[in-house]
């Protein structure tokens, strides 16, 4: 008989480690390629990164949770291997199903991945409960109740991101729930859990007593801050976000200071025990800017997008340097057995290890601070190169390790034996302290900033300024300090003495590159964001001003005055007639586009519902007057229909039938006029005095946004004084998308405060504002939501009553163009369209998708009425 075939020999305990653990380190190059692809690819930078570093953070989740778990309980958990091989399986497929829907952008494909993902980490704290309730008593067994609670909230997290994707009116507050338990749930519990014994074995230091009663009082601190924190979202109360955070800090702060006290004893001087401590840092601060800003932010869209701007660093700096930094001691002592093979690889691992973490955090400190664009992708690009040289030294170490054993010969397997919470026998030598090693790493630094800044060299700024002549100087030194505001200087009048020398000390406080340039000569250099300069103007005699000298910044009203006190006197004609000039501006001598709304603004109501399956619309229109503000700070007398101007949106199909009632409760006489329909005007478009009514019944008989305003003269005052409106008839093969939104152009030709338009300057076509739907900037102030990957389509009226309109969203691009009843651009087509050109009482509407998330700004190309108004913002998430 044949000898039955030799069974295949098990992975050893050491094998197994090396396997699942080259995911981990598969997931990490599979970061670094999305950040090197990403400009090739049709997908956000954020998206093509976040999963794969997720999927990185998960996947050693799933393998080290499980190990310490079976450490601390001494007792394997159901199925073993194989159940936590099949775990790792699904999060893989999962991940890989999640990157395929992105890529494709298949939104199924994404919803199947994700729960896929979920169930294996559900199936992962389910083990963990079971292993935990059949487990022999340990001292260190309730730690793993860290875990466990960190997989149920990932399961609700979860849930909070479905909900989100059905109800996207949710969004802007359920999306925070979502990043807290995940992030602070999920991955920090884990993390901080871990922490408690990972944080003495690292630095071979003995766990006090004291230790065991500290996360056992810091786990229910930690989960209970979640708890608040997720339900703020949920209950729409942005302080619970900041106690649910302050309540999480405590609990990581009671872990804190038990392991400060063990790095007392045991200093860290490697590079896991450098980088754990950083990442803990990066965590609090996280979770600090979190909670402070849902104090100072005005609403939840808001915070949605400035947390986000500053949370990929911070997580980057917090799950980055805790995964390194866990592998750097895990990988050698887990996975290479001997202790020799082990100390030798953890000598590779710490090569440079002061250069690595002082050059790591240093970089993203920097990058989180106001910094020029080229400075941050170079520090971008040091961040990522130092995790290539993790990657690069954590394959070094195995091979060198592996090399020592084999020499070794063979001996029993006892790979993964790691005492926990005592000193580890021959420990590995740590690296000597190189002060030169910081020097360089900052070096680094520094020279990145300095090729950031070099690329828009200031101007030197220098110059000698002699006595202004004739006058007396005192002696006596002015020193004032001039910030920036949005787009002024302030203060915007600087009052100076008679014969004092001025010495100004600028701060750019804003949020771009500014200088301040006296009319004297005098001007500092080109500041970015957070820079400051002192100047001496030298001695003040007479009044002069001062400005920003970069293109357009003082015509956006970057100027000051510097005004002498106590001056001889002077012929002050030109002074009476600033002030006359002044008086008559009305008005438009408040418009300040910089100026905040008040909290309580509403912006005109831009989203669109879908026409509804009447066919016969029957509607009822009050001529209102009403004072209301056209921008911050600045009222008009506006004649409206419905108290809005524009108007309410009429919407229906073609072959709907409108009958509308138009009741005059104004004090002069008006009218109506509907573009959408056919008819003799002499009837329906008649003129009605203050208290009559009149009805305008039409058939829609073509498809189109159609005007339809005021037709009393001069029309033109009664258009620019608010009375127009639109009414969108949808063409027969209309596809539905996911927003709609409508933008009505107008002119504002502002009169005296409180009052009508100024007819003149209607006539001479000068507006002072241009704006969407009635109110300059309003959707810089309020933007408009939308998603990263929906379509998106925004009808675009321009009632004028004279500038024509070319509607551009910055950063998008329209694949579908629909102007004045036809299609000039469809999807599929293989153009694409910039902008869409409308005259007077012309519409139509253009589609898009917006490719990542961020603020997309949309204008009328016609710059100079952007710039008086006629701009607004997509918030994309």
Known sequence: MDAAPPRRAALSRRDWYLLTNSIVLAWIVLALVAVGVHRFVDQPLWLLVHVPLLGAATAAILIWSQHFADTLLRRSAPGGRAGLGTRLALHTLGAGV??????????????????????????????????TRTALPARFAPLVRYYVAAAAVFFLGIAAGVVTAIRPVLADRLVTTHLILNAYGWIGLTVLGTLVLLWPTILHARMPRTADAAARHALPVLVAGLVVAATGPIVDLRPLVALGMALWIAGAGRLAVEGWREARAMPPATYAGWSLAAGFAWVVAAAAALGIQSLVVPDWATLRVEYLVVLGPLVVGFVVQVLTGALSHLLPVVALGSPAAAKAGSEVLDRGAAFRVAAFNGAILLYLAPMPSLARVLLSFVVAGLVVTFVVLAVRALVVGRRIRRAEGPHPDRSGRVTIGMPLPAPPSPPRRRPGAVVAALGLLALCVGAGVAVDPAAAGISTVAPSQGVVATGETTAVTVRVDGMRFDPAVIEVPYGDRLVVTFENTGTDVHDLTFANGVRTGRLAPGAS?????????????????IAGHRQMGMELTVEVTGAPAVDDSHAAGHEHDAGSAGAAADVDLQREPASSFAAWPAALVPASDETVHRVTLNVEEIVTDVAPGVSQARWTFGGRAPGPVLRGRVGDRFEITLVNDGTIGHSIDFHAGALAPDGPMRTIQPGETLTYAFTATQAGIWMYHC?????????????????????????PVDREYVLVQGELYLGAAGATADADKIAAGTPDLVAFNG?????????????????????????????????????????????????VLQAGDPGGSQAMALQPAQGGFVELTFPEPGSYPFVTHRMSDA???????????
């Open 533 to 549: 300069e002192k100047i001496d103007v030298g001695l003040v005699g007479a009044d002069f001003q001062g400005w920003c000298s």
């Open 867 to 877: 710039e008086k108004g006629a701009r607004g913002l997509f918030r994309v998430e």
């Open 711 to 735: 037709s009393t003269m001069p029309m033109s005052m009664h258009i620019a004084n608010g009375m127009h409106g639109a009414v969108i008839i949808d063409p027969p093969d209309l596809a």
């Open 775 to 823: 109110y300059a900037d309003q959707y810089v102030h309020r933007p408009l939501s939308a998603a990263a990957g929906e379509r998106v389509r925004v009808w675009v009226l321009d009632a004028g009553p004279n500038a024509p309109s070319s509607f551009h969203v910055v950063g998008g691009q329209f694949d579908t163009v629909y102007v004045e009843g036809s299609y």
């Open 98 to 131: 999640v990157m395929a829907g992105m890529l494709t952008a298949t939104i199924p494909l994404v919803a199947i991945g994700g729960g896929v993902v979920a169930a294996a980490v559900v199936a992962h704290g389910i083990i963990l409960g079971l292993q």
